[in-house]
């Protein structure tokens, strides 16, 4: 079997990527570990499916990465071209607290002369005891009071007061609408699927000294309501959805035999975070393993033991 499936025409296609790790002050060694990847050190983040410049991933067997793949044989697919491509998948491993940031909607990336605004949703992989994450502010603080005790010269243990601090544990998944001021604390690997954007303002970034943006996180920080973590528990033999917004849709899937992958999107991104397995399209066959990140476009059915995926797919317009 290969690692990639090329057919032709309107049958179904998958194929693999190559994770990409980028260096992060915050990073971790636990996706390596636990995927058995060679990352030479903590590694912050590792993306999985990105077409994003300067950051592509690439085809597995191949010298092209997805970006090239997107503006050839994924044109003529008609799927769109990579700097419009509206995912960007990735594994997050945080040893630290990262910094505390917001990311622009759509309208507030425009006027800020970029193409589009950053939208994201994690789904918690690993999680130390007692570990969590800050999302939007404490109750009865507002962005605009959080931002002016920052530029006040807030300490690190004051602006923690003023955040609201969510614990959460493997399988948790949590939907982090634009606008939305938060931070990733220590302790988590989590799968991040977002818009194709690394539009991000800084805020706070707890002693380590890099630059931040507080004039553009006034501009694109919301005051959204309070949210727990989904928690949904997923069968053997089902595709569950656990996000559908505007943005993208996620769904987990557990396979024990056999389980399609069908969900009439016009192309989806497949992660594997547990068990081993094959996966068919049109008759073609892939073996898949824990940490593999797939392209597939089309129905394609999935068998294998222990198996428990991911897979995030842009909206039908």
């Not at 990847?37 to 410049?53: I, T």
């Not at 945080?94 to 589009?116: F, I, T, Y």
Request: hydrophobic fraction near 40%; proline fraction near 6%; charged fraction near 20%.
């Amino acid at each position: 079997m290969s690692g990639e499936i090329v057919l032709t025409a309107d049958r179904a296609l998958a194929f693999h990527l190559v994770p990409r790790p980028v260096p992060r002050p915050w990073g971790g060694e636990r996706v390596a570990a636990r995927f058995g990847w060679s990352a030479h050190g903590a590694c912050g983040e590792w993306w999985l499916a990105s077409s994003y410049p300067g950051t592509e991933t690439t085809l597995r067997g191949h010298s092209h990465d997805l970006a090239d793949w997107l503006d050839g044989p994924g044109r003529a697919r008609g799927l769109p071209g990579a700097e419009h491509f509206p995912l960007l998948v990735k594994f997050l491993d945080a040893q630290d607290v990262l910094s505390l940031q917001v990311h622009p909607n759509d309208d507030v990336a425009v006027k800020h002369g970029l193409p589009n605004g950053k939208t994201e949703a994690w789904h918690v992989v690993e999680a130390e005891q007692g570990a969590a994450v800050y999302l939007g502010c404490a109750p009865g603080v507002s962005c605009v009071e959080l931002l002016d005790a920052i530029e006040g010269g807030a300490s690190d243990g004051e602006v923690r007061t003023l955040l609201n601090r969510v614990e959460v544990r493997p399988g948790d998944t949590i939907h982090v609408d634009a606008g939305t001021i938060h931070a990733i604390g220590p302790g988590l690997v989590l799968y991040e699927v977002q818009q194709n954007s690394d539009a991000t303002y800084r805020i706070h970034d707890w002693g380590r000294g890099r630059e931040v943006h507080l004039a553009q996180t006034r501009d694109a920080m919301i005051d959204h309501p309070a949210q727990a973590p989904l928690r949904v528990d997923v069968g053997a033999g089902e595709l569950v959805t656990l996000i559908d917004g505007p943005a993208f849709r996620l769904h987990r899937g557990r396979v024990e035999g056999a389980l399609d992958i069908a969900t009439g999107a016009r192309f989806s991104t497949l992660t594997v975070l547990a068990g081993s397995g094959v996966l068919h399209a049109d008759g073609a066959r892939s073996r898949v393993k824990p940490g593999d990140t797939l392209i597939t476009l089309g129905a394609v059915r999935l068998e294998g033991t222990g198996l428990d995926v991911l897979v995030a797919e842009a909206p039908t317009s």
